[in-house]
């Protein structure tokens, strides 16, 4: 990485926006990643710079067959369903449903990649989650591929429900679901994730995370992606997220 496209020059900008509640309108012309590898570095920085730990991951594709990307979860952005989050801290805040899984072992950095059967197998429980879509820049969705990658693909906040004992057979593909927000439908049709089948995801993220020298624990929060598309909130208001065979989650943007 030169120096240029080191993290810190823009992973600060970042920060200092989640922390204000505010958007960046100007990106220096330098900030912008070069690669993949310093857009997950930036990620890294800004949960370093925010004081935070790892609380899990967002992990999802554009298509069932297509490449896998992700961002880290901060553990300080992870609210129990019924929580109540502030619309002056998530400007412009989209919504999205849902499916996050926990794994039954650590799986640790290691020269050997782990195996599909290895991390399919570890599967350990499941449950459904709101996220609170939020990115730091005003141009957003119109800003560099790479630089939302660094920005933790726009995350904002991750709302989990109750999880649930693991059920290998759940139709994970299309599920029943319904989504409301204010008491308004806002599923547009057959609720579906563009990545497939989300258990795919998840050789990836573990490969993905502990190449990089960190360790994928049992605790961690797995979240594979919306079937419900992106929900632009215009206000505050109540959202309620069900999946059929899980329990439902809710959040309160006030």
């Keep these: 990485m030169n120096p ?17 509640g505010q958007k960046i309108t100007e990106i220096p012309a330098d900030s912008v990643p070069v690669d993949a590898a310093s857009a997950y570095a930036l990620q890294r920085e800004i949960l370093r710079l925010r004081e935070t730990s790892v609380g899990g991951w967002k992990v999802g594709s554009k298509s069932p067959t297509g490449p896998i990307n992700g961002a880290l979860l901060p553990d300080d952005g992870i609210f129990a369903s019924g929580s109540q989050v502030e619309c002056v801290d998530y ?12 794994l039954s072992r650590a799986f640790t950095p290691r020269e050997q ?34 630089l939302a990658l660094g920005d933790l693909l726009n995350h904002g906040a991750l709302i989990i429900g109750e999880f649930v004992d693991y059920d290998p057979h759940f139709p994970f593909v299309e599920p029943a679901l319904t989504f409301t927000f204010a008491d308004e439908d806002i599923v547009p049709g057959d609720g579906a994730n563009p990545a ?27 979240t594979t992606g919306s079937y419900t598309g992106m929900y632009k909130t215009s206000g505050p208001g109540l959202a309620v997220g069900e999946i059929r065979g899980l329990p439902p989650v809710v959040v309160e943007l006030i």
Excluded at 10 to 19: G, P, S
Excluded at 199 to 212: E, S
Aim: hydrophobic share 45%.
């Design 4 to 20: 240029s496209s080191h993290p810190a020059n823009i992973a600060q900008l970042i920060v200092d926006a989640m922390h204000r």
């Design 91 to 102: 400007p412009s805040p989209i919504l999205e449903l849902e499916i996050a899984f926990r």
């Design 113 to 146: 990649p782990y195996s599909d059967d290895e991390v399919l197998g570890s599967i350990a429980s499941m449950g459904a989650t709101i996220e609170v879509v939020s990115s730091r820049f005003a141009a957003w969705p119109k800003i560099e591929p790479l």
């Design 196 to 222: 497939g089948d989300p258990r795919r995801l998840l050789p990836w993220l573990v490969n993905h995370h502990t190449q990089n020298g960190l360790t994928v624990t049992p605790e961690m929060v797995i």
